[in-house]
């Protein structure tokens, strides 16, 4: 008898395993009742919600509806108007280590080779740069870019531009990866790539994410949790919860019948707020 298929997890038991882990950790995010207000207006209101260490939370909703000011609080760029905005429990006060932006625009330093802008973020940290560079060579590695190491910005690709980005921000080792519609500027092929390479390095590191996209595929691929804002409520989203299969990076996951069920959804969502 074959022991192996008796004793393995099925995939749907691991993801409700998974499922089960998240709801009994500690959120590394909350929000609670934030309010933000530009020039008496207000963005945001009433914004609730938590975030659990290791998730993976995608952003959806129309332009102008407050998602680049929301992942700016979490930054600690903006401060919220009212209500609070916690990190590990503790008031967010302003841009910390703990937390890492990766851009849309791929905000590298042109003048510098991919290793210099990867350890670019620890010359602070007062490290030698020898170990700078051992950090860099190990981050250009888990992103796919060994052997660019001594390569400058206008010699790659717009994907592999990304890629030095993030591994910019993640040889800082954030608990907290923030990210803004990182992949809008580069090809269909090249995004999907990137987007099973983010789930496998946060397999890697650990890390939390919060991603903005515009994109429901990419939301929903992604996702362990899809918010989904909507023009002129001001913070109020719905929430899809995501339960593929693991490895949740695989590409097979874009045609399983839960993938296809939830972008559906979430756009009839959509559909019924622009009609
Ligand atoms: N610095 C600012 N001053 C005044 N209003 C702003 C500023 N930044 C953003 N806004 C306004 O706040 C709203 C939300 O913007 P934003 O968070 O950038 O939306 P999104 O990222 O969803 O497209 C928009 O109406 C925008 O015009
Ligand atoms: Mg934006």
Redesign the pocket.
Known sequence: MDMSSSLALSPQSLSQKAADVARSAKPILRFDQVGLE??G?D?LKDLSFSVNRGEVITIL??????????LNIVAGFLQPSSGLALVNDREIAGPGPDRGVVFQSYALFDWMSVEDNIAFSLRCGGKSKQEQLAVATEMAALVGLQGFEKSFPYQLSGGMRQRCGLARVLAAHPSVMLMDEPFAAVDVQTRETLQEEILRIKTETKCTIIF?THSIDEAVFLADRVFL?RKGRLGAFDEFVVDLPEPRGSADNRLHPEFLSIREKIYRTMRADAS
């Open positions: 530009y020039d207006r963005v909703g129309p332009s102008g509806c407050g998602k680049t000011t929301m903005i804002m």
